[in-house]
Structure formats: C-alpha cells, structure tokens
C-alpha cells in the first residue's frame, strides 16, 4: 500500500494568514493526488484533484501543487471557514489511501 | 444538484452486521462509482472500497476482505455497504462518496456504534 505522510500535524494560524500543507508519498503517484477539507459533523469536500485542477465552486486562494512523491496545498488568506481538516489522498492504485491529516486552528 | 443521502445511524452488538444504503439522485446513477470511507472518532479517513454501479465490479481494501460487501439496486439508484463480525474497533461515521480517483461528491455520514 502507498503511505501518505502530512505535516504538520496541526497548524495554528490566524485570519488572513498563508498557510501550506505538505504531503508525501512513500513511492511515485504522478499528479494523482487529491485534498480534502473536513469538518466535525460535516461530509469530507473535495478541494483539489490530479494534485492542481481546483474543483469547481472551490474559491481560488486554495492551490496545489506538486507530482512524484511531494505535493503541497496552499491556502493564501485564511478565511474563518477554512479552520478544519485537511487530508490528502492518493488517487494512482488500489487502496486508496489518506494521509493522517492536517488540523488547521485558530491561533 | 447532485446528493447522495445516507441511511439513519445503527447501534449494533458485537458480532452483528450492519448495512448502510447511500441513495444518489441529480446524476446518472451507473455513470460514477461509489466508494466508501469511515472516520472512527478521533482518527483519520480511511478508504473501505469501491463500486462500479453499472457493472457492479468491486474492490475491497485488504484489512476488509471477508467482512464487507457492497452492492447496488440500479432501479432505485442506490448503494449498500454491509460490514459482518463487528467489533468494537468499527465504530465510526461511515460515507459514501462519488468518484473514481478523487471523490466530488459524499452522502452526510452515518454513525455505526458498535456496542454490547
């Protein structure tokens, strides 16, 4: 199985701030990796597939980047919504697997 | 607009099984595939498997192999996902989702406690 490994753990940063959110595969996935934002109580959203293609109604201060082994997701300005969680998922083989996942707080 | 809409939450024994149904509407049921992903609490999400609802095709992660089936009824665009001999361990909120590689669209969760 492909392991994917996030840091930080947990993140604590105010509004308006940039925050980035790395990711690493244990082999090579190409650019098939996506990000996740969850929330407690709510259904995981998609963000970001094949590592840059932002989904559609997602607000552009989210951008990915990346291919291989490393990837990053970026939030430019902070917004009082995006305080959650953040997971990456590898989308090349079978299982799919999430990374541990990203706590993004308020500082 | 695309939903998919969970089953109600379960209280289970250890043991027991327990079956979740995820009903899609606002798309072409048999078009996408439906995975599904449980969050126990205090943990990550972690990947179950997969379906093709047209074909009806799946793919099992390993650690589930022998415990979990899933299935569809095309005629009420609706998945299922039957997990046996549960235990403690399977606690958790469980989602369906949309997709192939990367998952657009998931249902609301349904809480499996599973509990003597």
């Known amino acids: 199985d492909i392991q994917m490994t996030q840091s930080p753990s947990s993140v604590s940063a105010s509004v308006g701030d940039r925050v980035t959110i790395t990711c690493r595969a244990s082999q090579g996935i190409s650019s098939w990796l996506a990000w996740y934002h969850h929330k407690p109580g709510k259904a995981p959203k998609l963000l970001i597939y094949?590592?840059?293609s932002l989904q559609s109604g997602v607000p552009s201060r989210f951008s990915g980047s990346g291919s291989g082994t490393d990837f990053t997701l970026t939030i430019s300005s902070l917004q009082p919504e995006d305080f959650a969680t953040y997971y990456c998922?590898?989308?090349?083989?079978?299982?799919?697997?999430f990374g541990q996942g990203t706590k993004v707080e308020i500082k | 607009q695309v939903q998919l809409v969970q089953s109600g939450a379960e209280v289970k024994k250890p043991g027991a099984s327990v079956k979740v149904s995820c009903k899609a509407s606002?798309?072409?049921?048999?078009?996408?595939?439906i995975n599904w992903v449980r969050q126990a609490t205090g943990q990550g999400l972690e990947w179950m498997g997969w379906m093709n609802p047209n074909s009806g095709n799946t793919g099992y992660a390993q650690k589930f192999q022998g415990r979990v089936t899933m299935t569809r009824n095309t005629s009420i665009s609706t998945a299922y996902m039957e997990l046996s001999s549960l235990r403690s361990e399977d606690t958790a909120i469980y989602y369906c989702a949309r997709g192939s590689r990367s998952f657009d669209y998931w249902g609301q969760g349904t809480l499996v406690t599973v509990s003597s």
């Open positions: 998922q590898q989308a090349t083989s079978f299982p799919r697997t």
């Open positions: 606002g798309y072409t049921f048999t078009t996408y595939d």
């Open positions: 094949a590592a840059s």
